[in-house]
């Protein structure tokens, strides 16, 4: 019988074994957390439901995006998730900002996910790996939780 969910230390080993090079692991730690932001910003930017409208600011397709991800991660590790909880929420609380900020969202959100995007693809160049998301497009979600495993193993916390 096959997992339908794989273990979160197999995710995470499968995803470290492209991200060895110091360069290429510096700009995972740049870039990721950018490419979230500008995701979640251009999701924001989208029209919502008139439903929407009247119960909260909130409530628009990127939180919608943020919750079902933390659903997703909380199938994977508990741990994990409560880790990346706070990055979530400032997320949520700069994309806020950013949506009042005089120059558009979805320009703001699209300039800053293609510089990201660039800063990944070369330090895959730099590291001569493929990005994991070509094997298995689930690495697109693995890769905020490899960093915060990362912060849990130098403050030697299991998870």
Same mark, same amino acid.
């Given at each position: 019988?096959?997992?339908?969910?794989?273990?979160?230390?197999?995710?995470?080993?499968?995803?470290?074994?492209?991200?060895?090079?110091?360069?290429?692991?510096?700009?995972?730690?740049?870039?990721?957390? %950018?490419?979230?932001?500008? =995701?979640?910003?251009? @999701?924001?930017?989208?029209?919502?439901?008139?439903?929407? /409208?009247? #119960? $909260?600011?909130?409530?628009?397709?990127?939180?919608?995006?943020?919750?079902?991800?933390?659903?997703?991660?909380?199938?994977?590790?508990?741990? %994990?998730?409560?880790?990346? =909880?706070?990055?979530? @929420?400032?997320?949520?609380?700069?994309?806020?900002?950013? /949506?009042? #900020? $005089?120059?558009?969202?979805?320009?703001?959100?699209?300039?800053?996910?293609?510089?990201?995007?660039?800063?990944?693809?070369?330090?895959?160049?730099?590291?001569?790996?493929?990005?994991?998301?070509?094997?298995?497009?689930?690495?697109?979600?693995?890769?905020?939780?490899?960093?915060?495993?990362?912060?849990?193993?130098?403050?030697?916390?299991?998870?």
């Amino acid at each position: 019988m096959r997992l339908l969910v794989r273990p979160i230390n197999d995710w995470l080993a499968d995803y470290d074994s492209s991200h060895r090079h110091a360069t290429n692991k510096v700009l995972h730690w740049v870039c990721v957390p %950018l490419i979230i932001v500008s =995701l979640i910003g251009l @999701l924001w930017a989208l029209p919502t439901p008139a439903l929407f /409208d009247g #119960i $909260s600011e909130f409530l628009n397709w990127g939180t919608f995006f943020l919750a079902a991800s933390m659903a997703y991660y909380c199938i994977l590790s508990i741990k %994990l998730v409560l880790g990346m =909880l706070p990055f979530a @929420l400032m997320t949520a609380m700069l994309v806020s900002w950013l /949506d009042v #900020i $005089s120059v558009s969202l979805w320009l703001t959100s699209a300039g800053i996910f293609i510089f990201s995007w660039a800063g990944q693809f070369i330090g895959h160049w730099i590291e001569g790996q493929r990005p994991s998301f070509l094997k298995d497009l689930q690495f697109l979600m693995i890769g905020p939780l490899w960093l915060v495993a990362a912060i849990y193993k130098r403050m030697k916390i299991s998870y």
